[in-house]
T-cell receptor, first 111, second 114 residues
Framework: GEKVEQHESTLSVREGDSAVINCTYT??????FPWYKQEAGKSLHFVID?????DRKQSQRLIVLLDKKAKRFSLHITATQPEDSAIYFC??????????FGTGTSLLVDP | GPKVLQIPSHQIIDMGQMVTLNCDPV?????FYWYKQILGQQMEFLVN????????KSKLFKDQFSVERPDGSYFTLKIQPTALEDSAVYFC????????????FGHGTKLSVL
């Protein structure tokens, strides 16, 4: 089955800098890649997603890149703010029922 | 926005007892999920439910686990009997379409098995 690896377990950046979180997946049939944010003790909130028919998507300060050949996708947060501090989860779906999550990246934005 | 509600937020029970976790999915959603998270770590897929049936389940979905949604009421996860390793936060999620669409998550039920 699908395996999603999230490469950075922790990431620390200064406020205003960019943060990049990288994920890889194994199933070449995967076609949907969402990102979720989880603040301490809270639920997962959808952040942004990308589908395999495009290789880049931007929503305000968030950019997602998808490299299907390398089976890699990444989340770029530009102009980071302290409220961006949270755990970020990448996920992948091959069009089946389930979403497979990465192990999470704890992002800390230092003011 | 659309909300998934979970009841209760925290449940404490003794090992061996039965527990039922309740989820009220988004009203027009058709696909329902349970995920398990231990200590704020990885979200582990347990089960997906559609049209009254389990469509897919993982190895974590042990024989002691069951799910149902009788007559459009709560979507429930029942564990009987519970074990110490069942202690975790259980998240319910739902989505409208089969795939390639975001999941909406509830706030989770923290289950503590003593």
């Amino acid at each position: 089955g699908e395996k999603v690896e999230q490469h950075e377990s922790t990431l620390s950046v200064r406020e205003g800098d960019s943060a990049v979180i990288n994920c890889t997946y194994t199933d070449t049939a995967s076609s949907y890649f969402p990102w979720y944010k989880q603040e301490a003790g809270k639920s997962l909130h959808f952040v942004i997603d990308i589908r395999s028919n495009v290789d880049r998507k931007q929503s305000q300060r968030l950019i997602v890149l998808l490299d299907k050949k390398a089976k890699r996708f990444s989340l770029h947060i530009t102009a980071t703010q302290p409220e961006d501090s949270a755990i970020y989860f990448c996920a992948a779906s091959s069009g089946g029922y389930k979403l497979t999550f990465g192990t999470g990246t704890s992002l800390l934005v230092d003011p | 926005g659309p909300k998934v509600l979970q009841i209760p937020s925290h449940q404490i029970i003794d090992m061996g007892q039965m527990v039922t976790l309740n989820c009220d999915p988004v009203s027009n959603h058709l696909y329902f999920y349970w995920y398990k998270q231990i200590l704020g770590q990885q979200m582990e897929f347990l089960v997906n439910f559609y049209n009254g049936k389990v469509m897919e389940k993982s190895k974590l979905f042990k024989d002691q686990f069951s799910v149902e949604r009788p007559d459009g009421s709560y979507f429930t996860l029942k564990i009987q009997p519970t074990a110490l390793e069942d202690s975790a936060v259980y998240f319910c999620a739902s989505r409208r379409q089969f795939s390639n669409e975001r999941l909406f998550f509830g706030h989770g039920t923290k289950l503590s098995v003593l």
